[in-house]
């Protein structure tokens, strides 16, 4: 196993891997992205972002330039910057969402050229809403006979049918090719409200439309009471609703009793702001489910609170559930499940097992088979310390994965604070002495209370974009950060009706730098077979500011890795496989080699995670990248943007 804190790559299972990449597992249902196409958001339904796609390798990545590119800015009122959009290539067409009104474009995937354009304008319903942003995608189906849709939900929450070739809305869909997703939601919801949304791509499976719910953001919510995250499946063909599971069970459902004090009825959130997962096979769809109001308190929720911070199993075409496991009990960490799982076909302890693995924020990955919900190692519940906040219901244990370890640090330990220069770990300690700290599920404190401005903690291992893997090998690949975080609890009557809400704790940086050593960025490879690290890389060049930072000139630093979100993308950055690697670019710009200002867009060896090249991107990745195939050239497609940056898809290919 390699340490989670060793910077260069390991090789030491270097042997085992050969030998699995020479013989593919019998089992073959999630084998990536098919004739050199991108079908779907995460390239299948199983998430795996792989593409066997291998004319762009090793040894010429460094060689690939820009063959087209398209800019969005004008669509929308203003420029969105944090374009995470990852776009579909069928028969030859691009498809995504674009600007900040969400418009809809067709691309042609060879030049890039606009070939159609969907513009909706919502008026009020689009102006009070949240996540007014591009948004990370589109869905696309066909019913094999002519019939092609692309289907995407609006910034004012409604799901839109466009006909694939003209992008005209499917006139016998819905209301004219329109769902109103705050109806048929088994709620009142103002239409104008703006406290409830989705910025996700729909998935569609068996003829189902999957979509989800996102909110405000948790930390300081204004009410206790909110909107519930509902999930619902709609007919691909009609529009209408074929089913809605309850992640609040109602009175008489199944986990109403871990909702106490009649908490069920006015909790909300609950939902799943990230994608899908589909096993089309077995019919069904894997629910990554987030926490419920708020995100560090929950006096007002007592009880485990089924199904937050859950990963749910239902049937795809009934919405019947199937399994579940609660990954937090009673979350008041921002656990949020971040990611779509990933479905693939392994082999553990000799026998063939059909699993799904979901990456989290906690830093694990959790593998269950994926038709029954049984771990495939154990999962220990084991105790965790209460904390004193007054109000607050705080579970006796948590779930804690044995295999595969931790992929990123976990709760905040002394141990990892920055040491460059001694100067710089005293002034570290002195600055951490102001808060708790603890290994994972730590519980946040009360502000000021014994001198403590809160509890530090990591709670940014996997985020929304998750990661790839590789059918051939059974390994997957992983981005995280280590990101320090500060909860303090206060009350705030003017701000919330929550007896306590997160308070500001300042900056967490020491003069300047991060509080915990590098690498604040890596790429993890686990082996799903063994349940072990294979190797890890720090992902991300070192920041201008900490190369060039007084107290550092004159030391031998490695390359840092770099936090996603400086400059670039919000919550994280995605990783790419192909037939030969993992592609990912940088959450951050710095002064590059050649003297501009920009990142790059990095590959590395699947195997050992030895770097193969890298290439100069003007701004930080934003969005995942994508492969496909185009007359016979292979395309690498990426967005990029950040602060001061123009956001743009970018498409790579071999002279």
């Known amino acids: 196993m390699c340490r989670p804190d060793r910077w260069p790559a390991s090789i030491a299972s270097l042997a085992l891997l050969l030998a699995l990449a020479s013989t593919s597992s019998p089992l073959a249902a999630q084998s990536g992205a098919t004739g050199g196409e991108w079908r779907t958001y995460n390239g299948d339904l199983g998430s795996t972002r792989y593409s066997p796609l291998s004319q762009i390798d090793g040894d010429n990545f460094g060689d690939i330039e820009v063959a087209w590119r398209f800019r969005p800015a004008s669509l929308g009122p203003f420029p969105d910057s944090n374009y995470q959009a990852t776009p579909l290539m069928i028969d030859g067409v691009i498809y995504t969402t674009a600007g900040s009104r969400r418009n809809v474009?067709?691309?042609?995937?060879?030049?890039?050229?606009?070939?159609?354009?969907?513009?909706i304008d919502e008026g009020e319903r689009g102006m009070n809403a949240i996540r007014r942003t591009s948004a990370r995608g589109v869905a696309y189906w066909t019913d094999g006979q002519g019939d092609e849709r692309i289907f995407f939900v609006t910034i004012g929450y409604q799901l839109v049918a466009l006909d694939a070739r003209t992008g005209r809305p499917v006139s016998s869909f819905g209301n004219d090719g329109i769902v109103d997703l705050k109806q048929a939601n088994d709620q009142e919801i103002d239409p104008l409200s703006g406290e409830i949304g989705w910025n996700s791509a729909p998935i569609v499976g068996r003829d189902v439309v999957l979509i989800g719910a996102s909110h405000r953001s948790g930390s300081s919510p204004p009410s206790r009471e909110n909107i519930k995250g509902y999930i619902r499946g709609f007919d691909a063909r009609t529009g209408q609703r074929r089913w809605i599971f309850h992640t609040i069970p109602q009175v008489g459902e199944f986990g109403h009793d871990t909702w106490l004090d009649e908490s069920a009825s006015y909790t909300g959130n609950t939902g799943v702001w990230t994608t899908f997962t589909v096993d089309e096979e077995l019919g069904i769809a894997y629910l990554p489910i987030e926490i419920p109001t708020g995100d560090y308190y929950g006096g007002h929720r007592p009880g485990n609170n089924l199904f937050s911070e859950s990963l749910v199993a239902l049937d795809l075409e009934t919405g019947r559930r199937l399994w579940h496991f609660q990954l937090v009990h009673h979350g008041i960490w921002d656990y949020d499940v971040p990611a779509p799982p990933i479905l693939a076909d392994v082999v553990v302890d000799g026998q063939e097992r059909q699993i799904v693995?979901?990456?989290?924020?906690?830093?694990?990955?959790?593998?269950?088979?994926?038709?029954?919900?049984?771990?495939?190692?154990p999962i220990e519940e084991r105790p965790v310390p209460a904390g004193d906040v007054p109000g607050e219901w705080y579970s006796p244990t948590q779930p804690f994965p044995t295999k595969p370890p931790p992929f990123e640090r976990q709760g905040f330990e002394l141990e990892e604070i920055i040491d460059f220069t001694p100067e710089?770990?005293?002034?570290?300690?002195?600055?951490?002495?102001q808060f708790k700290t603890g290994p994972i599920f730590t519980p946040p404190v009360v502000q000021e209370e014994d001198g403590?401005?809160?509890t530090l903690f990591v709670p940014n291992g996997?985020?929304?974009?998750?990661?790839s893997y590789d059918p051939e090998t059974g390994i997957m690949y992983v981005y995280s950060q280590t990101l320090s975080r500060a909860v303090g609890l206060t009350p705030d009557p003017g701000a919330s009706d929550m007896d306590y809400i997160r308070g500001s704790t300042g900056s967490l940086t020491v003069q300047g730098l991060p509080l915990m050593k590098p690498p604040w960025g890596r790429i993890t490879a686990i082996d799903l077979n063994e349940g072990e690290i294979v190797w890890q890389v720090a992902h991300g060049e070192t920041p201008d500011d900490v190369r060039n930072h007084p107290a550092l000139q004159g030391l031998d630093i490695p390359r840092t890795g770099r936090l996603a979100g400086a400059g670039g993308s919000s919550g994280g950055i995605g990783t790419l496989t192909t037939g030969t690697l993992v592609v990912s670019g940088e959450g951050g710009t710095f002064t590059t080699p050649s003297g501009e200002r920009g990142a790059m867009l990095r590959a590395y060896d699947k195997l050992t995670g030895e770097e193969q090249g890298a290439v100069y991107l003007p701004a930080a990745q934003?969005?995942?990248p994508m492969t496909y195939m185009h007359e016979g050239k292979q395309y690498i497609l990426v967005a990029v943007g950040g602060s001061g940056a123009e956001a743009e898809l970018i498409a790579f290919a071999l002279p």
Do not use: C, H
């Open 452 to 454: 403590l401005l809160g």
């Open 462 to 467: 996997a985020n929304w974009p998750g990661g």
């Open 424 to 433: 710089l770990k005293e002034a570290a300690l002195e600055f951490v002495s």
């Open 357 to 377: 693995a979901q990456p989290t924020k906690q830093g694990w990955v959790y593998v269950f088979d994926r038709a029954t919900g049984e771990p495939i190692w």
């Open 105 to 119: 474009v067709a691309l042609d995937a060879e030049t890039g050229e606009v070939l159609w354009m969907y513009r």
């Open 622 to 624: 934003t969005g995942t």
